[in-house]
């Protein structure tokens, strides 16, 4: 069979060439009468959406189901998902870059359809469409903008996160057609809206809306190019302006001469217009030029990023400008190094002389030809032409001396992935440059969407890329739809992803349990290696002991703790305790989590602590939260409440706890008495210990309260003495201290206490007075007592005493052998120390 030239489908436009290139054929029934059908396609030859035009009357069809449905097909006619509808009028049916179909009805309701399946997210618009009915949508990358029937705008800019708003208010007035420009192409970076009102075009976007000034409306169809740099206008009377999307300049005008208003006014690429009516396309280009495309039966239009596909019940085209390296190899009459290049080829194919004449013409210029070559190949649909054009990049590249073959090799593996999308059993006809926009990982989703797993696992391979979510989204699949009982098939799936790396069998037990089969669900989690990935889902499928089992087993404390908040969040607290009883290791955080309670104030969770004591029977430790709580009790009152009742938790078992019981008795009697103290004076006595009650007292001069509360409660002797003396030196009660002195011969505490205390204070004469009531103290100790407290005299005389040289003529010296005092030493030593 002979293969057509490439230029058999070129039609010229202007000075530019345009083709229809056949992609598919008879691909939807006859029956179908497309023409009664909404029809929406996916941007990157995507899916198609068929929806039953309300607005048409149809014959009645026996054979075929009147509940309504939204039909979705590939672009080769395989019904890939039929989704039921019974949701009311559909004003609004759309696709996102990714393939997320989207339905918008009359009162606003959203929803948007992931996967190709039967699953999907939705929401409501707001903002008035519940009492204001939605007239129409339009849709791009991953948003949308939807009008009102009183010209209200709203947009939604996320289908993953929405939060739809009103943009500024048109005018009142007929919307004779409206289109949009993506925020990825305004200079604001928002969304804008262009609105056909009586004879001008309004702009409006978050803030106003703008009058263009123009006198030629009103327009019934408005289109805007894929690049969003021109706009194109079709009026009632025939005519098609282009102008740039800013209004600032008018490009060209056409005249249709077709009273019949078209059906699609849309782009081809950027460079031109298609305008299409039920059987007929026209491409109009700059300039008014045009170029006319004939068809037999009713077409719908789906415009894409660089053209146009064609459908109907019998055919798929796509109308495309000729890419600039097509057109320069296969140009008529192109005297291109590339087109000598392929003509090399052919004439080494017929083994004639001429090939190495076509080489040496070309030879300055052949890198270019064999590169020109490599591109045009990726634009090429027809595999014959892109063998031949691959063939004649490999001679050129074989008879230079050096050339960088990455080019090749990639465009070489692109075309054999191009190829096998683009057959009939797949139905994706993707351009080279559609697919550079797709990126290979997009178009692996897609092939899972429709569950071509063999081929995305072949693209995978070939490409190199990760297969671990190939694998997952089969197993998926199988969970949902698998017909086998639970054992069977988590046998099968785990036997199939044996030994895969990366496998998430998470995300597998998921959508298990979002079936409905949560013990198959429950067996495929054993088999996730990451207790992070098992336990939240088995938090949420109510297996709580579970989740904390693996979440103890993990070792990981920062898990254990998320389980043990989640579950005391949920589960009442006799449950929660209940639960965590057995497991030593949780109770332990618990406990550890509670003591530390809230980390910002210190404050532990007293609460928690006490219920978790009670269940354990941990007396002890439940009485220690009493106390550390009656600790930080501001009124003593309270406080002694708390005490009680650590007591009370204590009783029970006195014997064991004799010690305990009689400190907490101690603590209750101290703090009665701290609440007479502070009702009888000024000061406040609460959450003062024994030793501190009796402290303050003294140093206020209440020492017989003091003294009494010594007694009552049986402070040792010692004890009491140095309260006092410490209490008396705070106070500066210098006679209280000497009348101590002159009353007392001895001490409990001894008398260098009271010299060393007096003298810290700053008080030498009385810290002398206790030199010589001390006793026992080493020799010498006394010559430096009296020295330090500036007493020279006394310190040398002691000197003299124990026959100290060296202490005695070191005080002689400080004092100065020429003063009186100087002179008393020397007279105390005279007849001691000679020299």
């Known amino acids: 069979m002979d293969v057509p030239h490439p230029t058999s489908g070129w039609e010229q436009v202007g000075e530019r060439f345009y083709r229809k290139i056949p992609l598919y054929t008879a691909i939807f029934d006859q029956e179908l009468e497309l023409d009664n059908y909404i029809v929406a396609g996916a941007p990157y030859g995507g899916a198609v959406a068929l929806y039953r035009d309300d607005s048409k009357i149809v014959a009645y069809q026996p054979t075929k189901s009147t509940k309504p449905s939204i039909d979705i097909y590939s672009c080769s006619g395989k019904l890939l998902r039929s989704i039921k509808w019974d949701k009311g009028a559909i004003k609004g049916l759309g696709w996102s870059d990714d393939e997320k179909l989207l339905v918008v009805t009359a009162d606003g309701t959203v929803r948007c359809y992931y996967g190709l399946q039967d699953d999907f997210t939705q929401?409501?618009?707001?903002?008035?469409?519940?009492?204001?009915?939605?007239?129409?949508?339009?849709?791009?990358?991953?948003?949308?903008?939807?009008?009102?029937?009183?010209?209200?705008?709203?947009?939604?800019?996320?289908?993953?996160?929405?939060?739809?708003?009103?943009?500024?208010?048109?005018?009142?007035?007929?919307?004779?057609?409206?289109?949009?420009?993506?925020?990825?192409?305004?200079?604001?970076?928002?969304?804008?809206?262009?609105?056909?009102?009586?004879?001008?075009?309004?702009?409006?976007?978050?803030?106003?809306?703008?009058?263009?000034?123009?006198?030629?409306?009103?327009?019934?169809?408005?289109?805007?190019?894929?690049?969003?740099?021109?706009?194109?206008?079709?009026?009632?009377?025939?005519h098609a302006h282009v102008i740039t999307s800013d209004f600032q300049t008018r490009l060209s005008e056409h005249d249709s001469r077709s009273k019949i208003p078209p059906q699609y006014v849309t782009w081809c690429g950027n460079d031109a217009v298609v305008i299409a009516w039920e059987d007929e396309v026209h491409v109009v280009g700059p300039n008014g030029a045009v170029a006319q495309f004939f068809y037999d039966n009713r077409i719908?239009?789906?415009?894409?990023?660089?053209?146009?596909?064609?459908?109907?019940?019998?055919?798929?085209?796509?109308?495309?400008?000729?890419?600039?390296?097509?057109?320069?190899?296969?140009?008529?009459?192109?005297?291109?190094?590339?087109?000598?290049?392929?003509?090399?080829?052919?004439?080494?194919?017929?083994?004639?002389?001429?090939?190495?004449?076509?080489?040496?013409?070309i030879r300055p210029q052949l890198p270019e030809a064999v590169d020109t070559c490599i591109n045009a190949a990726g634009n090429e649909f027809n595999i014959h032409w892109q063998k031949l054009l691959l063939k004649a990049a490999s001679f050129g590249k074989s008879v230079l001396d050096f050339y960088n073959s990455d080019d090749f090799v990639d465009m070489t593996e692109t075309l054999r992935v191009l190829n096998a999308?683009?057959?009939?059993?797949?139905?994706?006809?993707?351009?080279?440059?559609?697919?550079?926009?797709?990126?290979?990982?997009?178009?692996?989703?897609?092939?899972?969407?429709?569950?071509?797993?063999?081929?995305?696992?072949?693209?995978?391979?070939?490409?190199?890329?990760?297969?671990?979510?190939?694998?997952?989204?089969?197993?998926?699949?199988?969970?949902?739809?698998?017909?086998?009982n639970d054992e069977t098939i988590c046998r099968l799936i785990v036997e199939r992803l044996a030994g895969k790396p990366g496998i998430s069998f998470e995300s597998i037990a998921r959508a298990a349990y979002d079936e409905g089969r949560g013990r198959l669900a429950t067996e495929l989690l054993n088999h996730e290696p990451r207790a992070g990935r098992q336990v939240p889902l088995l938090l949420s499928m109510e297996e709580d002991e579970l989740a904390l089992d693996k979440a103890v087993e993990s070792g990981d404390t920062d898990l254990i703790y998320f389980v043990l908040h989640t579950l005391r969040r949920k589960l009442p607290l006799a449950s929660f305790f209940r639960t965590i009883n057995a497991r030593p290791l949780a109770t332990a955080l618990v406990e550890a989590s509670a003591?530390?309670?809230?980390?910002?104030?210190?404050?532990?969770?007293?609460?928690?602590?006490?219920?978790?004591?009670?269940?354990?029977?941990?007396?002890?430790?439940?009485?220690?939260?009493?106390?550390?709580?009656?600790?930080?009790?501001?009124?003593?009152?309270?406080?002694?409440?708390?005490?009680t009742l650590a007591a009370k938790l204590l009783s029970d078992n006195a014997r064991e706890n004799a010690f305990e019981l009689s400190a907490l008795k101690e603590t209750t009697s101290l703090l009665r008495l701290q609440e007479?103290?502070?009702?009888?004076?000024?000061?406040?006595?609460?959450?003062?210990?024994?030793?501190?009650?009796?402290?303050?007292?003294?140093?206020?001069?209440?020492?017989?309260?003091?003294?009494?509360?010594?007694?009552?409660?049986?402070?040792?002797?010692?004890?009491?003495?140095?309260?006092?003396?410490?209490?008396?030196?705070?106070?500066?009660?210098?006679?209280?201290?000497?009348?101590?002195?002159?009353?007392?011969?001895?001490?409990?505490?001894?008398?260098?206490?009271?010299?060393?205390?007096?003298?810290?204070?700053?008080?030498?004469?009385?810290?002398?007075?206790?030199?010589?009531?001390?006793?026992?103290?080493?020799?010498?100790?006394?010559?430096?007592?009296?020295?330090?407290?500036?007493?020279?005299?006394?310190?040398?005389?002691?000197?003299?005493?124990?026959?100290?040289?060296?202490?005695?003529?070191?005080?002689?010296?400080?004092?100065?052998?020429?003063?009186?005092?100087?002179?008393?030493?020397?007279r105390l030593g005279a007849s001691v120390f000679k020299r």
């Not at 990358?141 to 029937?149: E, F, K, Q, R, S």
């Open 421 to 484: 999308v683009r057959f009939f059993e797949v139905g994706l006809p993707l351009s080279y440059e559609q697919y550079l926009r797709l990126t290979p990982p997009g178009l692996i989703t897609r092939l899972l969407n429709r569950h071509n797993y063999v081929l995305a696992l072949k693209i995978a391979g070939y490409l190199r890329l990760p297969t671990d979510k190939i694998y997952v989204h089969w197993a998926s699949a199988k969970v949902r739809m698998g017909t086998e």
């Open 300 to 361: 719908h239009l789906l415009p894409d990023i660089d053209g146009v596909r064609v459908i109907s019940n019998n055919l798929c085209d796509f109308l495309q400008k000729v890419p600039d390296v097509t057109e320069e190899v296969f140009g008529i009459g192109s005297e291109s190094p590339a087109s000598v290049l392929l003509d090399a080829v052919e004439q080494l194919e017929m083994k004639s002389p001429k090939a190495d004449d076509d080489i040496q013409l």
């Open 595 to 643: 003591r530390r309670g809230d980390e910002a104030s210190g404050i532990e969770d007293t609460a928690v602590l006490k219920d978790l004591y009670y269940q354990d029977d941990r007396r002890l430790d439940g009485a220690d939260v009493f106390l550390r709580e009656a600790l930080r009790q501001p009124d003593s009152r309270t406080a002694s409440d708390k005490i």
């Open 123 to 238: 929401f409501s618009l707001g903002n008035g469409s519940e009492n204001t009915p939605v007239q129409s949508c339009k849709f791009y990358d991953n948003g949308m903008i939807a009008i009102l029937a009183d010209n209200s705008l709203i947009s939604v800019n996320s289908y993953d996160e929405p939060r739809p708003k009103l943009l500024a208010s048109p005018p009142e007035g007929k919307v004779h057609s409206w289109a949009i420009i993506a925020p990825n192409y305004t200079l604001s970076r928002a969304v804008e809206v262009l609105l056909s009102i009586n004879q001008t075009v309004y702009v409006a976007d978050a803030t106003e809306c703008e009058d263009r000034f123009l006198d030629i409306g009103p327009f019934t169809h408005i289109s805007v190019s894929p690049n969003g740099k021109f706009a194109a206008l079709y009026t009632e009377t025939g």
């Open 676 to 826: 007479v103290l502070d009702r009888d004076l000024t000061e406040s006595f609460t959450g003062l210990s024994v030793n501190q009650t009796i402290f303050k007292l003294i140093r206020l001069g209440y020492s017989s309260r003091a003294r009494k509360i010594a007694s009552e409660f049986r402070v040792p002797e010692k004890v009491h003495w140095w309260i006092r003396l410490q209490a008396l030196v705070a106070k500066r009660d210098w006679n209280e201290i000497e009348d101590i002195a002159a009353k007392n011969k001895k001490s409990p505490i001894g008398w260098e206490a009271f010299y060393s205390e007096v003298l810290k204070a700053g008080n030498q004469r009385l810290a002398g007075v206790f030199v010589g009531k001390c006793s026992g103290l080493e020799p010498g100790r006394t010559v430096e007592m009296y020295e330090n407290c500036g007493m020279r005299v006394k310190a040398a005389e002691e000197a003299v005493k124990i026959r100290d040289a060296e202490s005695y003529y070191r005080l002689l010296e400080a004092a100065g052998r020429g003063t009186v005092e100087g002179r008393d030493i020397e």
